[in-house]
């Protein structure tokens, strides 16, 4: 697989940006996808099983969980980044049928030539919008359902809405998941109104964060696993606990909801700007 000479920073101008290329100081096939200057995504391209992120690391623990382990699953991701997620499912999965939808063409690109994925993978990319592609999809045509999407830093209100959510839950199949990475700050409110809302189409849910993020103290990334079967609470909890920054498994999601009622289009809101200097000491 081709790799970018080590040290070489790679720096364009893509739709949502700018996107830069940065070599992993402590891994020699690793790449750190910035948009922005803000850090998007990790891949190491000669060892798609390692996760650098911690979100990123929950969501692909609950994929280990979900179904037997190694079988395929046919998943399907909004949001692409540097496909770091189907990468790891074509790794730990072969064989799973993947569709990624991302809307900017030209970050498509630019990870396609400069970070390669093993073209043995069952792995399509479209580019457009996450809505849209979904309302063409048919019924029940995916085990899983990764929801991690964002123009620049913000989630748009689009794709936060109980419209979207039924949407989504409409392509999975009976037993199928919707997981999704929510972005938010103290107080919650935008994440406690998410849980609502996904919980209004798929009510059988659960939250894994890191322990501050989910008492409100603050920014961070709160990882919903939906469907319509209870979900792997123990199994999860286990990973969780054990990770490197270990985060805490919440499953009283009435009472993290607040009695808060779902998003429709007609109210739904982006999600919140992550507090200037966030991302500085990572970029």
């Known amino acids: 697989m081709a790799q970018r000479r080590r040290g070489e920073r790679r720096v364009e101008e893509v739709a949502s940006?700018?996107?830069e290329l940065v070599p992993d100081p402590d891994r020699t096939s690793g790449w750190t996808l910035l948009l922005d200057g803000a850090p998007q995504s990790h891949v190491d391209l000669a060892d798609p099983r390692y996760l650098e992120f911690e979100y990123i690391r929950r969501i692909a623990a609950a994929i280990d969980i979900i179904a037997t382990p190694g079988t395929p699953i046919r998943v399907l991701h909004l949001g692409g980044g540097a496909l770091t997620l189907p990468r790891y499912v074509a790794a730990t999965r072969p064989g799973s049928p993947q569709r990624v939808v991302e809307i900017d063409d030209k970050l498509v690109d630019l990870v396609r030539s400069a970070l390669p994925w093993d073209p043995k993978a069952k792995l399509r990319v479209?580019?457009?919008d996450?809505?849209?592609a979904v309302t063409g999809m048919r019924d029940a045509g995916y085990d899983v359902v990764v929801v991690d999407v964002f123009a620049g830093s913000q989630t748009p209100a689009h794709l936060a809405s109980a419209e979207f959510m039924a949407?989504?839950?409409r392509v999975l199949a009976p037993g199928g998941w919707l997981i999704a990475n929510v972005a938010d700050g103290p107080p919650l409110n935008f994440a406690r109104t998410q849980v609502a809302t996904i919980r209004s189409v798929l009510p059988q849910a659960l939250l894994?964060?890191?322990a501050a993020v989910l008492r409100g103290r603050r920014f961070?990334?709160?990882v919903v696993l939906a469907g319509r079967t209870p979900p792997p609470v123990e199994e999860l909890r286990r990973r969780a606990s054990g990770d490197w920054?270990?985060?805490?498994v919440e499953t009283d999601l009435e009472r993290f909801a607040g009695g808060r009622p779902p998003a429709t289009d007609v109210d739904a809101v982006p999600s919140p700007t992550p507090p200037e200097g966030l991302f500085s000491s990572r970029s």
């Open 126 to 128: 479209r580019v457009g």
């Open 208 to 210: 894994v964060a890191d």
């Open 17 to 19: 940006g700018v996107a």
């Open 220 to 222: 961070g990334n709160l």
């Open 245 to 248: 920054f270990p985060g805490r």
């Open 130 to 132: 996450a809505r849209e």
């Open 167 to 169: 949407e989504v839950a």
